[in-house]
């Protein structure tokens, strides 16, 4: 199901392999993806934890961890730089017991590292909570210019053969569905630009975005569609260089006939790749009820807006889920880095 997509961003990863962090040495599940990321040379990957732990998790299970390299988050040195970039990004906010905590964490010494360049990207969430991953990326690797909010979005694959995929799979994007309980218009804005240019990105495809609602092109009148319909504006006049239409029901969005019967002069309705919804209600419900019934395979949340990659894990994720969405967030990951480990 997954072959088309995952193939291309496969191919992207293993022509510039970045630098993973995994934090979470004890679970088998983090064990064996590390290992097969190296062993694929999808990443250059480092666990960080205890080593000793992350050797008996490989023991345990039959896993060869190969050139998957161990760093200690015991090491003297690591927890005096993660504690030192922790003073700096919260000053007397963060005191005593807690920030001798924090210092000696391994998803905060993973965020330390990204953001002084030691490696590319961070992912956890196996065994952590979503806050335990996310805060230290706010604290320690903050948003990228010009970004206000954290947001997320998921990488919907269509099998062959659904009725919105026809002869081949069909990816769509969804955001945000996982971080902003009630987005504003301007944050519904940010997140439509970024969702398209990851899009872009991760596909090649030319994204086509649709500010979901349930009205089209005021065909209902309501506050929540005049988020929408403001929220496209401050989309198209930030990036007037995408395409991006609203506030349109999702059947305008998705389906060509009807796209063209309710605005016959988008460029997006009927075709639309990427769709905002208008709340995390909304995302939520639609991505789980399109994986459910429809047999689409939801690869996420990728997390955007970050000024250096980290990425959340679903704590149910299964080994090839970890495999994929470390994949992916190693692909976002931003910039080269030529320190070592």
């Known amino acids: 199901m997954r072959q088309g ?69 015991a090491d003297p040195d690591s927890i005096a730089r993660t504690r030192a970039a922790l003073v700096t990004a919260r000053g007397d906010r963060l005191l005593g017991a807690e920030l001798d905590r924090c210092a000696c964490d391994p ?54 053969g659904s009725p919105l995929a026809g002869a081949q799979e069909r990816v769509l994007t969804f955001a945000d569905c996982a971080v902003l309980p009630d987005p504003d218009p301007e944050q519904l804005a940010e997140i439509a630009c970024l969702a398209a240019d990851h899009h872009h990105r991760l596909t090649q495809e030319v994204p086509h975005v649709a500010m979901l609602s349930f009205s089209t092109r005021g065909s209902a009148k309501h506050a929540a569609v005049d988020k929408m319909r403001e929220a496209t504006r401050l989309a198209r006049e930030r990036r007037p260089d995408l395409h991006i239409d609203g506030e349109m029901q999702p059947d305008a969005a998705l389906v060509p006939d009807v796209g063209q019967r309710k605005c016959p002069d988008s460029v997006v309705a009927g075709y639309a790749n990427v769709l905002v919804f208008p709340n995390l209600d909304a995302g939520n419900i639609g991505y789980k009820l399109v994986q459910r019934t429809a047999g689409a395979a939801a690869i996420g949340p990728m997390l955007q807006g970050l000024r250096r990659q980290a990425n959340d894990l679903s704590r149910g994720c299964t080994t090839e889920e970890v495999v994929d969405t470390a994949t992916i967030a190693c692909v976002m990951g931003a910039g080269a880095t030529t320190a070592a480990y």
């Open 107 to 160: 998803v905060y010494q993973a965020a330390w590292r990204v953001r002084d360049g030691l490696a590319d990207c961070y992912v956890a969430g196996a065994v952590r909570t979503t806050a335990e991953v996310l805060r230290p990326a706010l604290w320690l690797i903050g948003m990228a210019p010009g970004v206000k909010s954290v947001s997320s979005f998921f990488l919907m694959v269509l099998p062959q």
């Open 5 to 73: 997509l995952m193939e291309r961003v496969r191919r992207v990863a293993l022509a510039r392999p970045r630098r993973l962090l995994l934090a979470e040495p004890g679970d088998e599940r983090i064990v064996r993806a590390a290992a097969k990321l190296a062993r694929e040379k999808y990443a250059e990957v480092a666990l960080i934890g205890d080593p000793e732990m992350a050797r008996a998790t490989a023991r345990r299970s039959d896993i060869q961890l190969g050139s998957v390299t161990l760093l200690d988050a």
